[in-house]
């Protein structure tokens, strides 16, 4: 009898952790964390500083048949034309765009408008080389908007992202430039108001502190260049434009090279959530 009853606790021994085991194979294991992924689209906002760094140079040519200046003249009068234009400006925007991730490398596009409110102003007062004589020679150059279409290529640790950023830039450029002597009205000679399109180039690092929201810093840098011509009518203050081949007394060319630098910081709403 003790010999059967043994016989039993030891079978009931072994049994019991075989039955656990069992259990144990039978629930499934626990699902791993979501991977973290930045492909989407995403909208949002920013704010920040701008600042333009504006160099003109001005050319003069006097008409050969009825040139407005004395040949020696020139030279003062181009140096006194040209110059810097620089000035800083808050700005805000709005931003869209795409990402799509492989692996740790991100890629994608984004558009942007923003807001700003440069209008910076150059010269004066000054004397002609040759006699000494006054006259006034001004140029400023306003801007109000920037736009830009950019790629983006980054780097992607986890939550955070990395990346290089550049393409196409454009903004208004609204120039304009004076010329008189006493006792005439300063009146513009040479006046731009167009769209000038250029290239961008920047820097920036955004952390997603939720599946959908995310925090940026981006550094900007743009570049435009253009020249804009005006002429000077025989007869100092009347106006830009000449009337006749032999009223226009001088050509102005103003060859206007910008630098636009954007540091800002963003918000974006991403449209998706974790693969």
């Known amino acids: ?29 626990p699902a791993p ?6 492909t989407g689209c995403y909208i949002g906002g920013n704010a920040g500083g701008s600042w333009q760094r504006t160099n003109n140079s001005l050319s003069v040519t006097n ?10 003249a020139i030279p003062g009068v181009n140096a006194s ?33 923003n807001w700003l409110h ?9 004397l002609y080389t ?11 150059d306003d801007k109000n908007w920037f736009y830009t279409l950019r790629g983006r290529v980054g780097l992607a640790a986890d939550h955070a992202l ?3 950023t550049g393409g196409l830039a454009a903004t208004n450029l609204r120039f304009q430039q004076t010329f008189s002597e006493p006792p ?4 513009p000679e040479v006046a731009s108001d167009s769209t000038r399109l250029g290239w961008t180039i920047g820097v920036g690092a955004e952390y997603a502190f939720t599946n959908n929201w995310s925090v940026k810093g981006e550094y900007l840098y743009a570049r435009f260049q253009d020249n804009v011509v005006g002429t000077l009518a025989n007869g100092s203050g009347s106006g830009p434009g000449c009337v006749a081949a032999f009223a226009c007394g001088a050509t102005f060319t103003n060859s206007v090279t910008t630098n636009l630098h954007f540091l800002r910081a963003g918000l974006n709403y991403r449209f998706g959530g974790p693969m």
């Open 184 to 187: 005439f009205t300063p009146t």
């Open 1 to 29: 009898m003790k010999r059967a009853s043994l016989a039993v606790l030891s079978t009931l021994m072994f049994a019991a952790p075989a039955a656990q085991a069992a259990d144990m194979a039978l629930k499934a294991p």
């Open 130 to 140: 040759t006699n000494g004589a006054p006259y006034f020679l001004t140029f400023s």
């Open 33 to 38: 964390p979501p991977i973290f992924s930045w």
């Open 162 to 164: 990395f990346y290089l």
């Open 81 to 113: 034309g040209t110059g810097s234009l620089n000035s800083d400006s808050f700005t805000v925007g709005a931003q869209i765009g795409c990402n799509y991730q492989i692996q740790n490398f991100v890629w994608g596009a984004e558009t942007d408008i």
């Open 63 to 72: 008409n050969p048949t009825a040139g407005y200046f004395f040949p020696g």
């Open 118 to 126: 440069q209008n910076p102003s150059n010269g004066g007062r000054s």
